[in-house]
């Protein structure tokens, strides 16, 4: 137990889990920063990390099922805080302003009959966060370390209280150094962009593979060479290259090497 305070208004009824990840807080982490000793500890955390559209958060919301752990997607959370700073006006050029806003932000997650269901106050952005212009600010943030900190405490937080299941961008690396598990998902640039372009067509949206793969190029190209907590593998971590997999063998393939170790 890592002595973490409770969560004072979780409410859990049914099969839908309201964790409130965060409440209005001023709260800073800036002289505690990323070593912070509670991460020393060996955690029991599948920490996925991987470029994008490489099945992160489906993958990692069907594992926590299976495994009975709790699911954090921590893209979803770097998209409330943009959404949250475009709803104030904030300037996205300014990262002090950024941290403010980002630290003011009444952020709920919920897990809905398996469904993400994501909440700033009583306004649900579950969808209003996936818009490409969320997808188009995002870097701002991901970018700004102040918001990185807080919502990095955030994530530690949430997964000192139970068995979770994270995925992002820096889980292994930066996040949970010490988790039990660390899973690097990756799949060729081609079929990530296929996977992307039906997902879109699901939605009834054409979307032009040259343009989807150019995009899914640059954000990788962001993330991989920002200055904090930049995408890469662990060096502890196993991976597991889905090109060739359908998803419910990569979804085995974790649920197996959990199992091994556990
Ligand atoms: O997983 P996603 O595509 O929803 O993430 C959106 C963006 O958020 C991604 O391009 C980079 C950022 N991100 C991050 O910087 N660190 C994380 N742990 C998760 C996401």
């Known amino acids: 137990m890592l002595g973490l305070p409770a ?9 839908t889990r309201d964790r409130r990840i965060s409440r ?4 800073s982490i800036r002289r505690r920063g990323f070593g912070n ?18 099945g992160k958060s489906s993958v990692g919301r069907r594992v926590a099922e299976r495994l009975g752990f709790a699911y954090l997607d921590t893209g979803a959370m770097y998209r409330a805080a943009t959404w949250w700073a475009i709803e104030n006006g904030t300037d996205l050029d300014n990262p002090e302003a950024l941290t403010a806003i980002t630290q003011s932000m009444p952020l709920y997650m919920s897990d809905c009959n398996g469904e993400l269901r994501v909440r ?26 102040g918001v990185r900190e ?5 994530q530690r937080e949430f997964s000192a209280r139970q068995p979770t299941v994270a995925d992002g961008r820096d889980m292994g690396s930066v996040v949970f150094p010490k ?28 979307v032009e593979l040259a343009e989807l793969t150019r995009d899914i190029e640059e954000r990788d190209r962001k993330d991989m060479t920002r200055a904090v907590s930049p995408l890469r ?4 971590a196993r991976v ?11 979804v085995d393939a974790i649920v197996d090497f959990v199992r091994e170790v556990l």
């Open 24 to 27: 209005s807080s001023p709260l």
């Open 120 to 145: 700033v106050g009583e306004q649900d952005i579950t969808e209003a966060i996936r818009t490409p212009e969320i997808t188009r600010q995002i870097c701002k943030l991901a970018h700004a370390l």
């Open 7 to 15: 969560y004072a208004d979780e409410k859990v009824s049914g099969s």
């Open 179 to 206: 988790a039990r598990w660390k899973i690097y998902l990756d799949a060729s640039l081609e079929e990530r962009a296929r996977r992307r372009a039906a997902q879109f067509a699901e939605k009834g949206l054409q």
């Open 37 to 54: 000793p509670v991460c020393s500890q060996i955690t029991d955390i599948v920490a996925i990390d991987g470029p994008v559209g490489a």
């Open 240 to 250: 597991l290259d889905t090109t060739q997999l359908t998803f419910d063998r990569s």
């Open 150 to 154: 807080h919502l990095v405490r955030l």
């Open 233 to 236: 593998k662990a060096p502890d």
